[in-house]
């Protein structure tokens, strides 16, 4: 009997473990800001590294077993001393799109560091880090570099750029050129030589390349068309290693430039590929998700099958076979389901750090904030959100169309010029503020003029007295509505002002090449202050997909 019961118990128990594990998965893979994704694999586990522009910590290093669940282990920037993102560096510049790979027992990142350093690679032994500090690459101006190592041994590096005096020859033109490298140095050897402007003769903006060997054929993979309707990934062919290499017949290889906006993702490009232990390929990339035509979460991670075929033009990656096209649900890869833990809606500043979805701009050389006592303490500076400076100012990404972002607050002040509060944030230049100052709350709209620069139209939608020290701030966004709250506590929340408008911080008005953030933020606006803004939690939920 004892025995009956206990194969019954195994039978039940094995059926709602295996109802457990879906059969497909859904895409974005990776919600929210993450553009530009790398990968590699090392055994059976996947490493991914995506662009932060202005943003710190940088370039975050994520882990999978699956390629569907990742979690995020470290960034391979998360010293002030290894790279200086200095007040001044203006919105989208700064850390542009990496590339990782492993080579003989050490992880390399290798990226851009626009207005700040160029081209540099850092190692690790341990993905989770420590990195080292950067190995500065001298050499022609480039950007989105990558490394290549061929069956010798020989490192090779790739990046977008110029190098034969074709600058200028149509509108938009760029291409990828390659060069040996000395890894222990960073020293380029020989001379440069183009691979590439393209896969047509007026093709624009070709970035982002990614090289690979297969079956012993050399298949060069780049992005093209922007970042924005034309983005598309092509891909070219040689027998050699130097070239010439042949813009493949299929090209583009990946693209939904001729969907318009009535598909649900749009604008895909620039990724990476990654064969699986048991010989399968899948791809990473980015792409957006539109709500009625804006795409507020910006550019997004998302995963494809690929099947290696051979046609005439040589080894051609095909996505998604008998599709060809991005899909918010798919069949998932032939991989042991690995799920990793769930970000926690709520942080209570219980540990000693913050966590690794916090992020802040430009780098924090200054001590303006602490961890004590369960609370996130931010200090009051002359720094503010609207100039390109290092405010006062930790955020997490926005993942979701449907959300609700919270925070405690307890701030008391009787200056004028203080205020610490809740902000949900593109670029200095557009953003919302939900602030408590002396004896109100107010709601701020800022809003671009220009894509570029800081010119901005400042709005005060509403102001509110409010004289309590603690204060609950609440922004509940709903596609392009948000709704803005404060109260006492959770429980007894009113709203402040009418709806706004989150299309405001969209790609197709905002603009550029960051993303949507929101956080927790105190300034003292140009005055010096001794006063500390004390937050007792922060919850990101989202309310659905």
């Not at 019954?8 to 929210?32: D, E, R, Y």
């Not at 669940?69 to 998360?78: L, S, T, V």
């Not at 809740?422 to 602030?435: A, E, G, I, W």
Request: glycine share 8%.
């Amino acid at each position: 009997m004892r025995l009956a019961v206990h194969i019954i118990t195994l039978v039940i128990s094995v059926s709602v473990f295996a109802q457990t594990v879906p059969n497909k998965f859904k895409n974005p893979i990776v919600s929210g800001f993450h553009s530009d994704p790398s990968i590699c694999r090392v055994g059976d586990t996947y490493y991914m590294t995506h662009p932060t522009l202005e943003w710190y910590p940088a370039l975050p290093i994520m882990r999978s077993k699956d390629l569907v669940n990742w979690e995020k282990i470290g960034h391979a920037i998360d010293r002030v001393a290894q790279v200086n993102f200095q007040d001044g560096l203006d919105n989208s510049l700064g850390m542009f799109a990496p590339s990782i790979r492993y080579h003989e027992g050490i992880f390399y990142v290798i990226c851009t560091c626009v207005n700040c350093g160029g081209n540099f690679y850092v190692t690790a032994k341990d993905p989770s880090g420590p990195w080292s500090d950067p190995i500065w690459i001298k050499g022609p101006w480039s950007i989105d570099p990558t490394l290549f190592w061929d069956d010798d041994g020989s490192a090779y590096f790739l990046a977008a750029g110029i190098v034969n005096g074709n600058r200028g020859k149509w509108p938009g033109i760029n291409g990828i050129f390659m060069q040996e490298i000395n890894l222990k140095t960073g020293d380029l050897l020989g001379n440069p030589k183009q691979l590439t402007h393209g896969h047509a003769s007026n093709a624009r903006w070709t970035e982002g390349p990614r090289l690979f060997k297969i079956n012993g054929e050399y298949l060069l993979m780049v992005a093209e068309g922007g970042t924005n309707e034309n983005h598309a990934i092509t891909v070219f062919n040689s027998k050699n290693l130097w070239g010439p290499y042949i813009p493949n017949h299929a090209n583009p290889v990946m693209s939904h430039r001729h969907l318009g906006y009535t598909y649900p993702i749009i604008k895909t490009g620039h990724g990476d590929l990654v064969q699986t232990q048991n010989g399968s390929w899948w791809g990473v990339l980015h792409a957006k998700r539109p709500i009625k035509g804006q795409s507020v979460l910006c550019r997004e991670t998302f995963l494809a099958k690929v099947e290696m075929s051979n046609q005439e033009s040589g080894v051609t990656p095909i996505y998604n076979p008998g599709i060809g096209l991005l899909q918010l649900e798919q069949e998932r890869p032939n991989l042991p389901w690995t799920p990793v833990p769930q970000l926690s809606e709520r942080d209570n500043f219980s540990d000693d750090k913050l966590n690794l979805e916090w992020i802040c701009l430009r780098s924090p050389k200054e001590n303006w904030f602490k961890l004590e006592k369960n609370q996130l303490k931010l200090k009051l500076r002359a720094k503010v959100l609207d100039s390109l400076v290092n405010p006062s100012f930790w955020a997490q990404r926005i993942r979701s169309h449907h959300f609700e972002i919270s925070t405690k607050l307890s701030f008391k002040t009787n200056l004028p010029n203080e205020k610490a509060g809740l902000v949900v944030y593109r670029k200095s230049s557009t953003h919302y503020q939900l602030l408590k100052g002396k004896s109100t709350i107010d709601l701020i709209k800022t809003v671009a003029l220009e894509e570029t620069g800081t010119a901005s139209t400042k709005i005060l939608v509403t102001s509110i007295p409010y004289e309590k020290d603690d204060v609950v701030l609440k922004v509940k966004g709903n596609d392009l509505d948000l709704q803005f709250y404060y109260g006492e506590n959770e429980n007894s929340l009113n709203t402040i002002g009418e709806i706004q408008d989150f299309s405001i911080v969209s790609d197709e008005i905002a603009g550029r090449f960051n993303g949507t953030v929101a956080g927790v933020y105190a300034t003292s606006k140009h005055l010096k202050s001794n006063n500390w803004a004390y937050f007792d939690w922060f919850e990101n939920k989202n309310l659905k997909e």
